[in-house]
């Protein structure tokens, strides 16, 4: 059973780098896509980006100059940077194994409970 | 303003059958991209309900189905549950915004 976890500090200071960790057991990182998503409170869900088995990512246009993730195979575990962060980034992080082969045929399952991230002073 | 359109909201009393519609635009769903459909049950993550226009995963019921057609996608359900009340959205991909786009959550409300 594919089961995903994120972790990270709940709190993130204005202009400072959101990073948060998504730990995956059950399947190897090596195989499939695996993904971003966020939804500040009371709104919609926002797909932020992924990264491939491989190393490639693909990210939102509009986060794409603050956005980085990465793979730790050795770990299982992927992660999400995103900096110069401002309340407006404030929302509950998820992380989804993205079952696409080439970014244009995505779809998400299973996801993370998710984490919420504030960011306030 | 989500890329993908849907209404804010439905209801429909215990048994009936309702549709939760889902339109775009000719640089998604009219481009032929495939639709997927997320339930999100109070104060929990997003599940996958419909994926590939209409297939359900393993453990959905059969009262949830999908349908696409020109550049709409519709999600309906049949025999309304209490348990069926929560937010769904729909997914999809962007050729002009290259990555995935959701709709903006329709909240189902069971009377």
């Known amino acids: 059973q594919v089961q995903l976890q994120e ?9 400072e780098t959101l990073s948060l960790t998504c ?11 695996w993904t971003w998503i966020r939804q500040p409170p009371g709104k919609g869900l926002q797909w932020i980006g992924y990264i491939s088995y ?50 244009d045929d995505s779809w998400f399952d299973p996801w993370g409970p998710g984490t919420l991230v504030t960011v306030s002073s | 303003q989500s890329v993908l359109t849907q ?13 939760i519609s889902c339109t775009g635009t000719s640089s998604n769903i009219g481009a032929n991209y495939d639709v997927h459909w997320y339930q999100q ?27 696409k057609s020109g550049t709409s996608a519709s999600l309906a359900i049949t025999g ?11 997914q999809s991909y962007d050729s002009s915004l ?3 786009v959701f709709g903006g959550g329709t909240k189902l409300t069971v009377l």
């Open chain 2, 41 to 67: 049950l109070p104060g929990t993550a997003p599940k996958l309900l419909i994926y590939v226009n209409n297939n359900r995963p393993s453990g959905v019921p059969d009262r949830f189905s999908g349908s």
């Open chain 2, 80 to 90: 309304l549950q209490a348990e069926d009340e929560a937010d769904y959205y729909c």
């Open chain 2, 98 to 100: 290259s990555g995935s």
């Open chain 1, 7 to 15: 972790s990270g500090p709940g709190l993130v200071k204005p202009s």
């Open chain 1, 54 to 103: 491989s190393g490639s990512t693909n990210y939102d246009p509009s986060l794409k100059s603050r956005v980085t993730i990465s793979l730790d195979t050795s770990k299982n575990q992927f992660s999400l940077r995103l900096s110069s962060v401002t309340a407006a980034d404030t929302a509950v992080y998820y992380c989804a194994r993205d079952h696409g082969d080439h970014g």
């Open chain 1, 23 to 33: 730990t995956v057991s059950g399947v190897s990182l090596s195989r499939n896509y």
């Open chain 2, 7 to 19: 209404p804010p909201s439905v209801s429909g009393a215990p048994g009936q059958r309702v549709t």
